[in-house]
Nanobody
Framework: QVQLVESGGGLVQAGGSLRLSCAASGNILSVGIMGWYRQAPGKQRELVATRTYGGNTNYADSVKGRFTISRDTAKNMVYLQMNSLKPEDTAVYYC???????????????WGQGTQVTVSA
């Protein structure tokens, strides 16, 4: 199967920076869209940023200008550089990937286990 493993979360003061990483591994032929989502306590999971294999990006309005998503397509990795962090950015951040698997396996959309980001005021 496919595994997504995130790293880089932690506790940071408001105004600080963190960089999240996510590595996809397993039965992978190719990876399409990779992205980051987050879920704060009591709230629904929401999109943070996505990046296609070709480099097109999409950001939530709340993070535009502060967060940058990047990818290493050769390594099936995606990163999220988070600057000027705010307390409202506190959430569990999840990596997401659209995977094509080699035949006869079936691909799909996979999620990581999540990494906690806490921003103190």
């Amino acid at each position: 199967q496919v595994q997504l493993v995130e790293s880089g979360g932690g506790l940071v003061q408001a105004g600080g920076s963190l960089r999240l990483s996510c590595a996809a591994s397993g039965n992978i032929l190719s990876v399409g869209i990779m992205g980051w989502y987050r879920q704060a306590p009591g709230k629904q999971r929401e999109l943070v940023a996505t990046r296609t294999y070709g480099g097109n990006t999409n950001y939530a309005d709340s993070v535009k200008g502060r967060f940058t998503i990047s990818r290493d397509t050769a390594k099936n990795m995606v990163y999220l550089q988070m600057n000027s962090l705010k307390p409202e950015d506190t959430a569990v951040y999840y990596c997401n990937a659209e995977v094509t698997a080699p035949w006869p396996l079936r691909g799909g959309v996979y999620w990581g286990q999540g990494t906690q980001v806490t921003v103190s005021a």
